[in-house]
């Protein structure tokens, strides 16, 4: 009786172990399973044969957001993180809402572009997707993700749907739009800083993240230029004066990718809509810092004359910073609204010498794209083909949830962010006759 006993209580504990260790599998996946709907499947690999494109650029930046049409699931999501050596998706890291929300821009631009009114639906139907994360109080809207409200989310989100609202004038993206837009006011204080996290609970525990804070601040420019609302253009224009003057007061150190690109374009829209100098000379210290310290700088930190080095990998011309990788695909981002800011006031100089320095860039950008003759070599080119990956080499990064090969939504975002960028701000011809010289 007495073994008996133990073993009943031996079995139990078992079963208790196996219990915890199962819910800890569960809660470790559970992301994953939460957002696996199946894929739509509306765009086909085919079509991308029958398409005509008048230039590399606008193939790479059509074909980025077409790939963005196969890996759409029936929900809404993206499939996150792709590996197309093995052809399966990266399941282990928790799906981003920040990054879904920088996908949905550049499909509405790749819609205002070609008219094709899928991409659009895919757009609309990524949007869908944040509709069960928002959550209204009073006249604010914002994105409850994991039992938390970041700057990051909420800010990109206005972003997204600013350029819906802009390209369907939508009556329901408008009110999604100015929710979002009034919780970013109500987040900046008096000086024009922005508050990180949205809790109505502690109101006054304040944290400011600057990389998050140049992604509200072009939202509210945008949420401004789009709806006429004065009260988001007095914000908008607090928000930039303190960054003015930090930039002023504190110098640019050492630049961060994000940082650049979000604030760069912010200052752009700012001169865009009022014709301040002062944006647009901050824009231009940014960006004339970014080309002196960071264009080509892979050629002369390797010990070697830049010539030999270009010479064995030409592959990487056109590349920023000492690690050519998907930043370049960010840092073109701002390059190119930077530059468009310098064509609005008429400034030659400036304007050709960004544009010269932006279609360099774009040659390194399309290396980073899984064209067809590679893809058709992988196991799966449907969800391959069109995708960008972060580096042309092999390396693995798993704190940062990357390796050289992986495709993510993010990569592609910012690489056809960058290239859309170029064909709606340059004519064709312009762009033809560069990529035509290599």
């Not at 819906?164 to 004038?169: E, F, H």
């Not at 109505?200 to 601040?217: Q, T, W, Y």
């Not at 080509?296 to 590349?319: D, N």
């Not at 196991?379 to 972060?390: D, E, F, I, K, M």
Request: glycine residues 8%; contains cysteine.
């Amino acid at each position: 009786m007495e073994s008996e006993r133990v073993y009943r209580v031996v079995l139990v504990v078992f079963a208790v172990l196996l219990l915890v260790m199962l819910t800890f599998l569960v809660s470790m996946t559970y992301p994953f399973w939460e957002r696996k709907a199946p894929l739509k499947g509306e765009m086909k690999l085919s079509e991308l044969e029958e398409m005509d494109f008048s230039n590399p650029v606008e193939r790479g930046a059509l074909m980025g957001a077409h790939w963005f049409g196969r890996v759409q699931r029936t929900d809404g999501s993206f499939i996150y993180i792709f590996d197309p050596d093995n052809g399966t998706e990266v399941t282990r890291y928790r799906y981003s809402i920040a990054r879904h929300c920088g996908s949905i821009y550049p499909l509405v631009w790749a819609y205002q572009y070609t008219h094709d009114e899928r991409y659009l639906a895919v757009a609309e139907h990524a949007a869908e997707f944040l509709e069960d994360l928002m959550r209204k109080d009073g006249d604010r809207v914002y994105i409850l993700n994991n039992g938390r409200s970041s700057l990051f989310d909420n800010a990109l989100a206005l972003i997204a749907f600013s350029y819906l609202y802009n390209a369907t004038g939508d009556p329901e993206h408008l009110e999604d739009l100015r929710g979002l837009a009034n919780l970013c006011m109500d987040l900046m204080d008096d000086r024009g800083r922005f508050d990180y996290i949205f809790d109505p609970l502690l109101p006054d525990d304040f944290s400011e993240n600057l990389m998050a804070s140049g992604e509200a601040l072009l939202g509210l420019g945008l949420a401004a230029g789009f709806t006429g609302d004065a009260e988001y253009l007095e914000g908008f224009q607090r928000s930039l004066g303190y960054h003015v003057e930090r930039l002023t007061s504190d110098g640019l150190g050492d630049m961060s990718t994000e940082y650049y690109s979000w604030m760069s374009s912010a200052f752009s829209k700012g001169y865009e809509l009022t014709k301040n100098r002062s944006y647009l000379e901050a824009s231009y210290s940014l960006t004339d810092w970014l080309i002196s310290h960071y264009f080509g700088t892979f050629f002369t930190t390797q010990g070697r004359p830049a010539h030999l080095v270009m010479e064995e990998h030409p592959e990487l011309i056109g590349s920023f910073r000492s690690f050519p990788s998907m930043n370049s695909c960010t840092y073109s981002e701002g390059l190119g609204d930077v530059m468009h800011a310098a064509m609005l006031a008429n400034d030659t100089a400036r304007s050709e010498r960004y544009r010269d320095v932006l279609l360099n860039s774009s040659r390194f950008i399309l290396n980073l794209m899984y064209d067809t003759d590679e893809a058709m070599n992988l196991s799966q080119p449907y969800l391959t083909v069109g995708g960008y990956r972060h580096d042309l080499f092999d390396r693995v990064n798993t704190d940062m949830e990357w390796q050289s090969r992986w495709i993510r939504i993010d990569y592609t975002q910012h690489a056809i962010g960058a290239l859309f960028r170029i064909i709606r701000y340059l004519p064709s011809t312009i762009i033809a006759e560069y990529h035509g010289s290599f």
